[in-house]
């Protein structure tokens, strides 16, 4: 909980989105390597293109102009498969990444050129359609095995991901800066691509919004800044895959949790998302976006029947760097038989929220008698005015503040806490707080000389 003279620098998105490690499974991909060579000169952009689609009835599917490769068709018939067909989908993947490549911009984002998103949706498809192959192949395999595969498939040192939602039904997170989530399903004896991300999803208003940042076409890069903060429908995103508990009928559930492309900074966007899947298709039950500080200490988690999310907010009369935490709360979502309630927020910091709001009260000349002793407000009154007396007219006027959290600590005492709070503006001070119906009282304010450095 301290904010150091020398920042963090900015860490890298990578780092936290995903873990990687050098030459894993190197003899895997050897061997992948060799079955191939027989039928690289085979390959052709065609084959294949449909065998893993899933039917689906007319009235549940989506589409959109850039759903070649998306697409269910209803007559298919299940084909089998063999390891040269394998390697056919494998070349044709290799054949559409590197065309794809060309049009990549800093890693995270395709160029405004319009045949880039047909190409990202079309590495999408070949993804789901090799995954679905590969499980027709090796029918005995479970999640381990899906991501071993992806290894051999994608070729880049991280982590994939893989979670079996029922008997023959997978979740596939594949490790890509454009993030990219699928399930691959069996019926009628074969596996077939049967839900993705990238498709059109059933949802309303703003949550629609937001679940549209996995389509291709949402991950043009525009010439946005690298401070360029997302929400919303404003891809790409990647992130991270979760199981949750069934619902009442059986349906397996899971939660997709994101963050959005951002080239540097260490405060980000991201986004959460939670499914249903019923045998047919994924149904999202809630979506938002939230900002987080991309190395904070708490994340996403799952307790019990609880989803927490944890995020940081920002405080009204103080702040902290970009690399820190600031106003942490977890909104939290309560997985039910029936459904989901969304509990809303509740903040990890109280402590600090007492003191925020005894300052916005004084500096907006509000009440404040009902959370601090005459006392404290006078001290707090002398605070405030000589940090507007260090502050010209009108910068005090856009943006009264007492400066960037340097460090805080509490000490828990048996009927108070110690808040000791360091601001670079008005220094260090220790605030008693004591618990009054819910929140805080606080009953003593005085500088002093001590370090707030937690650690």
């Known amino acids: 909980m301290t904010c150091s003279d020398e920042m963090k620098l900015e860490i890298a998105r990578k780092y936290f989105l995903f873990s990687c490690f050098a030459g894993m499974r190197r003899a895997t991909r050897l061997f992948w390597e060799i079955l191939i060579v ?34 269910f068709h209803p007559t298919q018939q299940p084909v089998e498969l ?25 890693d995270w984002w395709i160029d405004d050129d319009p045949e880039s998103p ?5 590495q999408w498809s070949l993804i789901g359609e090799w995954v679905a192959a590969w499980l027709d192949a090796n029918s005995s395999a479970g999640p381990e095995g899906v991501k071993m595969a992806l290894d ?4 880049q040192d991280g982590e994939q991901e893989c979670l079996q939602l029922s008997e023959g039904t997978f979740l596939v997170n594949p490790h890509a800066s454009i993030g990219n989530v699928f399930i691959v399903s069996k019926s009628n004896g074969h596996y077939h691509r049967v839900w993705s991300t990238s498709q059109v999803q059933r949802a309303d208003g703003n949550q629609a919004k937001i679940l549209a940042a996995w389509r291709p076409e949402h991950a043009l890069h525009g010439g946005r800044g690298p ?14 895959i979760g199981k949750l508990p069934s619902d009442a009928s059986g349906h397996p559930r899971f939660y997709i949790d ?10 980000v966007g991201a986004q959460i998302s939670v499914w249903s899947w019923d045998g047919v298709m994924a149904r999202p039950l809630i979506a938002r976006d939230y900002t987080l500080m991309i190395d904070q200490a708490v994340g996403t988690r799952v307790e019990g029947d609880l989803l927490k999310v944890q995020q940081k907010k920002f405080f009204r009369t103080f702040y902290s760097c970009g690399s820190c935490e600031e106003r942490q709360t977890d909104w939290i979502v309560r997985l039910t038989p029936e459904g989901i309630q969304d509990l809303g927020e509740k903040s990890a910091v109280p402590e600090l929220d007492a003191v925020d709001e005894l300052f916005y009260r004084t500096i907006h000349h509000k009440s404040a008698a009902n959370i601090a002793v005459p006392s404290v407000l006078k001290i707090a009154e002398q605070i405030i005015g000589d940090a507007r007396a260090e502050a010209s007219a009108k910068d005090w006027k ?15 005492n048996t009927t108070s806490k110690i808040l ?14 004591k618990p009054a119906g819910g929140k805080f009282l606080i009953a003593d304010l005085k500088p002093t000389k001590e370090s707030c450095n937690a650690h």
């Open 38 to 71: 027989g039928s690289f000169v085979l390959a052709g952009p065609q084959l294949l293109h449909a065998q893993h689609a899933r039917p689906d009835s007319p009235q549940r599917q989506e589409h959109s102009s850039l759903n070649n490769g998306l697409e």
């Open 82 to 106: 063999s390891a040269s067909d394998l390697d056919k989908l494998k070349n044709e993947y290799k054949s559409v990444n590197s065309q794809l490549q060309k049009h990549i911009v800093d």
């Open 118 to 122: 047909k190409l990202l949706a079309r």
């Open 152 to 155: 051999d498939l994608v070729e």
């Open 227 to 240: 401070y360029w903060a997302a929400s919303g429908s404003a891809g790409s995103v990647s992130g991270h």
């Open 258 to 267: 994101a963050m959005y492309a951002q080239s540097a900074g260490g405060t």
């Open 398 to 412: 856009e943006f009264p503040t007492l400066g960037m959290i340097m460090g805080w600590k509490i000490q828990d």
């Open 420 to 433: 000791c709070l360091s601001l670079l503006d008005v220094g260090t001070n220790l605030f008693t707080l």
